[in-house]
């Protein structure tokens, strides 16, 4: 198999670049790929780490990954992408410079229409996608959260009635189910589908994955951002171990036992909540893996002489993921990522993007 300059022979590693786009600069934009071919036949595992440049944590797991990995004791094959983004690793950013903004939100998405040309990160996503789509039976997006976060892996909804029957939706949300669980962090469902396409995430890689291609693909978020944090850096490299013996690519049996339980019952979702409704400086009450219920107390917005101004109280129950990162808020900011319970169904009707 070849992906890009990496030409892949059983019971080695190769190592090549995919190249995505042409530079002004000369030469290319390169994306790193390493490609562990197995001896026995078996499926394609992609890894991706690091399309958000600063997550410093999903670089080093998808390199630690790789490194344990034997291929002569492997049944079929890994691709890896320890680090999607160049463009952002160059300047130690979050996003690309290209156009600025978020490149996992430029992953195709067939009614993300429009006559307007794509621009250069939906040609950089879309080249990387093709190669996905093209063999993975199974996709991994490492990522990180904000700093001061838990870990926990984001679970996609499965879509129906585009080109996917419902049972096919049920078989595929079976699959994806077995390997977020396998990966054993507490597991959060997305946002409702229309809150997903609003916020651009049915054209994150594994939004898109599942949405358009219907292959398995989910995003564990391992700690906070830019450094490498050494507990979700083990989840991970253990999360995708045990991935690979799930899908049988190694001799070992799976663990059953999570490496980590949510403070609160299954099933949860993701929620943006509370928002502050009074600017000032905030001071948190809770911190990440805290469960919360309705009407705690969460952050008082102080002025900035330090004086409290309000108090800001959840109204949802549910537990901390994410403390937001500063001090700063204005006028309905959001102040936590929060798992909450959900009571929305995994498998859903398509509603279209447009
Ligand atoms: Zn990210």
């Known amino acids: 198999m070849k992906i890009g300059t990496a030409e892949s022979r059983a019971g080695e590693l190769s190592t090549g670049y995919v190249e995505a786009t042409q530079l002004p600069t000369g030469g290319a934009e390169k994306i790193p790929v390493v490609v562990a071919e197995g001896v026995e036949t078996g499926p394609t595992l992609w890894v991706v780490g690091a399309i958000h440049a600063d997550e410093t944590t999903s670089l080093a797991v998808a390199h630690d990954?790789?490194?344990?990995?034997?291929?002569?004791?492997?049944?079929?094959?890994?691709?890896?992408?320890?680090?999607?983004?160049?463009?952002?690793?160059?300047?130690?950013?979050?996003?690309?410079?290209?156009?600025?903004?978020?490149?996992?939100?430029?992953?195709?998405?067939?009614?993300?229409?429009?006559?307007?040309?794509?621009?250069?990160?939906?040609?950089?996503?879309?080249?990387?996608?093709?190669?996905?789509?093209?063999?993975?039976?199974?996709?991994?997006?490492?990522?990180?959260?904000?700093?001061?976060?838990?870990?926990?892996?984001?679970?996609?909804?499965?879509?129906?009635?585009?080109?996917?029957?419902?049972?096919?939706?049920?078989?595929?949300?079976?699959?994806?189910?077995?390997?977020?669980?396998?990966?054993?962090?507490?597991?959060?469902?997305?946002?409702?589908q229309s809150r997903e396409i609003s916020e651009g995430l049915h054209r994150s890689l594994s939004g898109a994955a599942v949405r358009e291609a219907g292959i398995p693909a989910f995003t564990p978020e391992l700690g906070g951002r830019y450094i490498v944090e050494d507990d979700a850096r083990a989840y991970g490299v253990e999360g995708l171990k045990n991935v690979a013996r799930t899908l049988e690519m190694v001799a070992e049996s799976p663990r059953t036992d999570p490496q980590l339980e949510p403070p609160i019952p299954h099933p949860l979702k993701r929620s943006v909540h509370p928002h502050t409704d009074t600017a000032g400086v905030v001071q948190y009450r809770v911190r990440e893996g805290d469960a919360v219920e309705k009407g705690d107390a969460v952050a008082d917005i102080l002025t900035p002489h330090g004086e409290r101004k309000t108090t800001v109280r959840t109204e949802e129950d549910g537990y901390v993921l994410s403390r937001h990162e500063g001090a700063t808020a204005y006028e309905n900011d959001p102040l936590l990522d929060l798992a909450v319970p959900d009571d929305d169904p995994l498998v859903v009707p398509h509603e279209s993007a447009e």
């Not at 990954?65 to 463009?87: I, K, M």
């Not at 600025?100 to 009614?111: I, K, L, T, V």
């Not at 789509?133 to 990522?143: G, K, Q, Y």
């Not at 976060?149 to 909804?157: D, E, H, N, T």
């Open 65 to 192: 990954f790789v490194d344990w990995l034997n291929p002569d004791e492997l049944a079929g094959r890994v691709v890896c992408v320890p680090n999607a983004n160049p463009a952002g690793f160059r300047v130690n950013g979050r996003e690309s410079y290209y156009h600025g903004d978020d490149p996992n939100r430029y992953f195709p998405a067939e009614d993300a229409g429009g006559a307007r040309p794509r621009k250069v990160q939906e040609l950089i996503n879309r080249r990387l996608f093709d190669r996905i789509t093209d063999s993975a039976d199974a996709v991994v997006a490492l990522h990180t959260s904000w700093v001061g976060s838990a870990s926990y892996v984001i679970q996609p909804r499965v879509t129906h009635g585009d080109d996917r029957t419902e049972d096919e939706a049920r078989a595929l949300a079976d699959e994806l189910t077995d390997l977020t669980e396998a990966f054993g962090l507490p597991v959060v469902n997305q946002y409702s």
